[in-house]
């Protein structure tokens, strides 16, 4: 049974910082790419920051370029999102997600609001 479990969600004042983790189970974690999503209401998924499988090959959304950083441990299937200088505007539900050609998984997600 696929499973990706998110936690590290939270409120956190403009400035601040929160890890966000994502533990993966299922399936052969180290062989799919591994991605971050972020929705708010009313508006597509976005996708935040990506890593590939060997985790050589990373990628950031304009928006949180210097500011968050993906990245991913093979021995205990787990990717994490470090975001820091956080903004009002980076309030969203946080998705993890795995991908491998046709294979698309998704977690449940976790609320992340910045406000003071």
């Known amino acids: 049974q696929v499973q990706l479990v998110e936690s590290g969600g939270g409120l956190v004042q403009p400035g601040g910082s929160l890890s966000l983790s994502c533990e993966a189970s299922?399936?052969?974690?180290?062989?799919?790419?591994m991605n971050w999503y972020r929705q708010v209401p009313g508006k597509e998924r976005e996708l935040v920051a990506s890593i590939s499988s060997a985790g050589g090959g990373i990628n950031y959304a304009d928006s949180v370029k210097g500011r968050f950083t993906i990245s991913r441990d093979n021995t205990k299937n787990t990717v994490s999102l470090q975001m820091n200088s956080l903004k009002p505007e980076d309030t969203a539900v946080y998705y993890c997600?795995?991908?491998?050609?046709?294979?698309?998984?998704w977690g449940q997600g976790t609320q992340v609001t910045v406000s003071s």
């Open positions: 299922g399936f052969t974690f180290s062989t799919y790419a």
């Open positions: 997600n795995a991908r491998w050609f046709g294979y698309n998984y």
